[in-house]
């Protein structure tokens, strides 16, 4: 087999802080490896920059001056990871290459693995996923509510490998199947997965975040702004959902008040809220987050319904 020309795309959004850092060990890396007969000298690195507000884009537009196997597109606004990922893969295809292996901008990942990469996809690998081997917080907010959202996904059916997210390599086959799936609410991980291709998995190390701050946070899903109109945001479903869980969890804290108060015979709270208020309260709760998972649901279809363009890119240095 001859060299593979490999397309490595790299998300990036505010990444100001730590991109020119990732391009120049991007690029000894490319370099090293093309010179050791792994990659074919036509590879190159795909940023995609996802409507980042800081210099992001013009430092990858100085990279590609001075080298122009440093690519990139740019969108007009941020569309999240997904859809950069998503974009930086059809684009790789347009553009044209053997294989696409996808990493962060801040390079938490191993990137020493990539070499591992470029030679299972030689074995006939057309999936080569980079499992995580733990975070080095093991018992931080990240840990513990990732290995919840495994095991959540498990108990749905849906196989997902626990601890493997975006670093990971697609062969072209793999991206011509990709490329029929034509979702807006798109899900990467569980969408490869489900094109069934010979996979592999590699284990890694994860490292700290260098510089900059992760543009992922708690708060920034629950931050639920009601200004756009039920047409152009499901966001009021969530909302729905958000009462319908407090409420139900209010009726466990009087329940749980309650029982303890009896024991212990104090009166923790008023003699109004008897076992059979604490049920009521805990059905109406119940019922509200119901409603609120369904409302998920037909907001999905809305999205899937309108069909609007998965990302909108502004620019291209391809
Ligand atoms: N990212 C992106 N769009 C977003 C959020 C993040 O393209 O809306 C990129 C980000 O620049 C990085 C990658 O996705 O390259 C992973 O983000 P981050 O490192 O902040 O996540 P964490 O490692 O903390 O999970
Ligand atoms: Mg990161």
Redesign the pocket.
């Known amino acids: 087999m001859l060299n593979p020309k490999i397309s490595i795309v790299?998300?990036?959004?505010?990444?100001e802080e730590i991109l020119q850092k990732t391009i120049d060990k991007m690029e000894n890396l490319l370099k090293k490896l093309v010179e050791k007969g792994v990659l074919s000298d036509e590879s190159y690195l795909l940023f995609?920059n996802?409507g980042s507000a800081d210099a992001t884009w013009d430092i990858i537009k100085d990279a590609n001056k001075k080298n122009s196997a440093i690519k990139g597109i740019k969108f007009s606004r941020?569309f999240?990871?997904q859809s950069?990922i998503l974009a930086g893969y059809l684009s790789a295809k347009k553009i044209g290459c053997d294989a696409v292996i996808t990493i962060?901008?801040?390079l938490?990942q191993d990137v020493n693995k990539i070499e591992d990469f470029v030679n299972a996809y030689k074995e006939g690998y057309d999936v080569v996923c980079g499992v995580r081997n733990s975070y080095t917080k093991k018992f931080s907010l990240k840990s513990v509510t990732s290995s919840m959202f495994y095991k959540c996904m498990n108990f749905l059916n849906v196989p997902l490998k626990p601890n493997h997210s975006e670093y990971r390599l697609l062969s072209k086959k793999a991206l011509d199947i990709l490329d029929e799936y034509k979702e807006i609410n798109i899900f990467i991980r569980g969408l490869v997965y489900s094109l069934g291709l010979k996979t592999k998995y590699i284990n890694y190390d994860i490292s700290k975040?260098e510089l900059g701050k992760?543009?992922?946070n708690f708060y920034s899903l629950s931050k639920m702004a009601l200004n756009g109109m039920v047409s152009f945001s499901t966001r009021p479903l969530d909302i729905v959902f958000l009462i319908g869980a407090v409420i139900s969890f209010l009726s466990l804290v009087f329940a749980i008040l309650f029982i303890i108060g009896n024991i212990f015979d104090v009166k923790l709270i008023t003699n109004d809220i008897g076992p059979f208020r604490i049920w009521q309260i805990f059905v109406a709760g119940l019922q509200i987050f119901c409603i609120g998972v369904v409302g998920e649901y037909i907001g999905q279809i809305l999205r899937e319904v309108k069909g609007r363009p998965r990302y909108i890119i502004d620019e291209e240095i391809i």
């Open positions: 790299i998300p990036a959004y505010n990444e995609v996802d941020n999240g990871n950069a962060d901008a801040d938490q975040r992760s543009k992922f």
